[in-house]
């Protein structure tokens, strides 16, 4: 199909790992982006990993990419109250930037 | 500091008007873009814009329509044909690898 998906909702204990999925459907796209949207605000660049690479690692954020079964994950250490969110998986198709794709977004939510 | 600032953060429009969305941003973008956010979906592209005096439809234009006659501005109109209007409004720019995006406007119809 021609969509990004993701599961809706996500929820995690505080201070554990959370792990967001996401399957993309272009073999041919190079960019993959994460996106973090807060209640009532536009969305925020996290991180984004080349097509060429299988893994990107910044700080708590660990990308894991499988091209072969056209699969991105964001992990999240140590999760934090903070990281409450909807989280947007992204694939640019080809080489132009308007053709990004976002999926429909993990509500990542957080308990005590 | 560098940004998009999309304005009002609040809009209300009556059946059958016009309404006009503010984007402008001090960043040297070429590109910009405006889309269309619905509760549990992920966003649909209205329209985007590559250089100044230029844009291309979206997946979902219809009822919509913008201009960029200045490289800092894309203002959205959100005109009467358009039948379901009430949504969340994301304004972006790039420099050709990731998107910046603007706080939003929420619009609803009343």
């Known amino acids: 199909g021609e969509d990004v998906e993701q599961s809706l909702f996500l929820s995690v204990r505080e201070g554990d790992s959370s792990v967001i999925n996401c399957t993309y459907t272009?073999?041919?796209?190079?960019?993959l982006y994460w996106y973090k949207q807060e209640p009532g605000a536009g969305l925020q660049l996290l991180t984004y990993?080349?097509?060429?690479?299988d893994m990107k690692q910044d700080q708590r954020l660990t990308v894991l990419l499988n091209k072969k079964d056209k699969h991105l994950s964001l992990r999240i250490a140590d999760t934090q109250t903070g990281d409450s969110a909807i989280y947007f998986c992204?694939?640019?198709?080809?080489?132009?930037?308007?053709?990004?794709?976002f999926g429909s977004g993990t509500r990542l939510s957080i308990r005590p | 500091d560098g940004g998009i600032t999309q304005s009002p953060k609040y809009l209300f429009r009556k059946e059958g008007q016009n309404v006009t969305l503010s984007c402008e941003q001090n960043?040297?973008?070429?590109?910009m873009y405006w889309y269309r956010q619905d509760p549990g979906q992920g966003l649909r592209l209205i329209y985007y814009?590559?250089?100044?005096?230029?844009?291309q439809k979206g997946d979902i234009a219809e009822g919509y329509s913008v201009s960029r006659e200045k490289k800092e501005s894309f203002p959205l109109t959100v005109t009467s044909a358009q039948k379901n209007p009430t949504a969340f409004y994301l304004c972006?720019?790039?420099?050709?690898?990731?998107?910046?995006f603007g706080s939003g406007t929420r619009l609803t119809v009343v």
């Open positions: 992204a694939e640019r198709r080809g080489s132009s930037a308007s053709k990004i794709i």
């Open positions: 960043l040297n973008h070429d590109a």
């Open positions: 272009d073999s041919s796209s190079t960019y």
């Open positions: 972006a720019s790039t420099p050709g690898y990731g998107y910046t």
């Open positions: 814009s590559q250089i100044v005096n230029d844009f």
């Open positions: 990993i080349f097509s060429n690479m």
